[in-house]
């Protein structure tokens, strides 16, 4: 990466990267919004609570790997190694069975490095206002219920890096535990 590029720019070059990737991607929720709005929104968290601009630019391509065509090599290519690697460590390995996949978020959570911690914490947040929102049409009281729980779990292993971002999973989980209250 040339020197002269400016912060503003690798960030707009990764918001451009993600919009290309998640093209005709659709949320899950009841309101179908564009895909690349959760990518925005991770990483307007991290940027929020004054996370590492590496951590940023990870929080905008966290799902490319895993939900659309895009190779670590792609990425390397496009915003080097450290940000690569980054997506790397925040990525669910699609080939296991889902229940493997969750269950090895919750075990790993504490092993991960500071800036991957954070943005599982930012993914998470993004994802429990969504399952308050919007929640996806087949998802049932218990499934929304499992799905927080579960993100409470991962959360718990990702603490104690940002007091901010703590603080906005906190909420965001009270909130998301109320909202189920509410449905009940």
């Known amino acids: 990466m040339p020197p002269a590029e400016t912060s503003a720019a690798r960030l707009l070059q990764a918001t451009l990267f993600a919009a290309r990737a998640h093209a005709g991607q659709a949320r899950k929720g009841a309101a179908a919004e564009p895909y690349v709005t959760h990518v925005i929104e991770v990483a307007a968290i991290l940027a ?6 590496e951590a940023i630019l990870a929080g905008l391509l966290h799902d490319t790997v ?6 670590h090599a792609d990425l390397v290519a496009a915003f080097g ?3 690569a690697n980054l997506v790397a460590e925040a990525t669910d390995d699609k080939t296991l069975p889902k229940e493997t996949r969750k269950a090895l978020q919750v075990s790993l959570a504490p092993k991960k490095s500071d ?3 954070q943005l599982k914490l930012a993914d998470k947040i993004s994802n429990l206002r969504a399952i308050a929102d919007s929640p996806p049409a ?3 009281h218990a499934r929304r219920t499992e799905y927080v729980g579960w993100a409470g779990r991962v959360a718990a292993g990702c ?9 906005l999973f906190d ?11 509410d449905d009940v």
Do not use: H
Not at 66 to 71: F, I, P, R
Not at 171 to 181: E, F, M, N, S, W
């Open 159 to 167: 603490k104690g890096v940002n007091p901010a971002l703590d603080a």
């Open 66 to 71: 895993e939900d659309t065509e895009t190779t």
């Open 48 to 53: 929020e609570a004054g996370a590492p601009e």
């Open 115 to 117: 800036a991957a911690k």
């Open 138 to 140: 087949n998802w049932n």
């Open 81 to 83: 190694e450290t940000v």
């Open 171 to 181: 909420d965001t989980y009270r909130a998301a535990l109320a909202r189920l209250a």
